[in-house]
């Protein structure tokens, strides 16, 4: 079946805009994770979705970061007044509710000038 | 806190050969997932493989294996007849026992195969 994808593959902007992020999971996945990695580090966790709740939002860096998934699927993360330290690849990954393996998408790379 | 340490930033293996990645994290808990995923130019993050911390056996998926250490908190990747398409980003990470918990990777190991 179908992987998790995400759109756009990617994105550039100007500091002070705003951008949406979009991720697909892998159909019947229940959790749904994103990650951001900055160059030459190790993805590092944002925001834990089970179903439509944020779970865990313990990763996201403050308030110009927010994360929805209205309808348990789809997730969206949204980024206000971009920075150039918000410049990145965010990652997506998801896992049904019994694994314990996370499956990751090919992520959006985001570049604020 | 977990963290994960990966002392490696660099390695490089000549096709054919076998080369080990290290890892190491910290923990206070006894039972949680260890994993290494390969990250190529695409971006992609594949699983290579996993480990779960009660399990004495180190796990083995073809030409990879591991060597788990749990006292010593090391984690190593084994990676045998290596090819040219294994060169990559080799991330090490750590997620809670349970499901559903988020990953701790550290900063990786770039591999480069050499024909």
């Known amino acids: 079946g179908a992987g998790v994808s995400q759109t756009p593959s990617n994105k550039v902007t100007e500091k002070g805009k705003y951008v949406e992020l979009r991720c697909d999971p892998i159909?019947?996945?229940?959790?749904l994770y994103w990650y951001r990695q900055s160059l030459g580090q190790g993805p590092e966790f944002l925001i834990y979705f089970q179903g439509t709740g944020a779970a865990d939002d313990s990763g996201l860096p403050n308030d110009r970061f927010f994360a929805v998934r209205p309808e348990g699927s789809v997730s969206t993360l949204k980024i206000q007044r971009t920075e150039r330290g918000d410049s990145a690849v965010y990652l997506c990954?998801?896992?049904?509710?019994?694994?314990?393996?996370?499956?990751f998408g090919p992520g959006t790379r985001l570049t604020v000038l | 806190a977990q963290t994960v340490t990966q002392s490696q930033p660099e390695m490089s293996v000549q096709e054919a050969e076998t080369v080990t990645l290290s890892c190491t994290y910290d923990t206070s808990e006894s039972d949680y997932y260890l994993f290494w995923y390969k990250q190529p130019p695409s971006r992609q993050m594949i699983l290579v493989i996993r480990?779960?911390?009660?399990?004495?056996q180190n796990a083995t998926e073809n030409r990879f294996s591991v060597n788990f250490q749990k006292a010593a908190k090391s984690f190593s990747l084994k990676i045998s007849d290596s090819q040219l398409g294994d060169a990559a980003m080799y991330f090490c990470?750590?997620?809670?026992?349970?499901?559903?918990?988020?990953?701790?990777f550290g900063k990786g190991t770039l591999l480069t195969v050499n024909p």
């Open positions: 480990q779960e911390a009660y399990k004495q």
């Open positions: 159909s019947g996945h229940t959790a």
């Open positions: 990954a998801s896992s049904s509710l019994a694994s314990d393996t996370q499956y």
């Open positions: 990470a750590y997620r809670r026992w349970g499901s559903n918990y988020k990953l701790t």
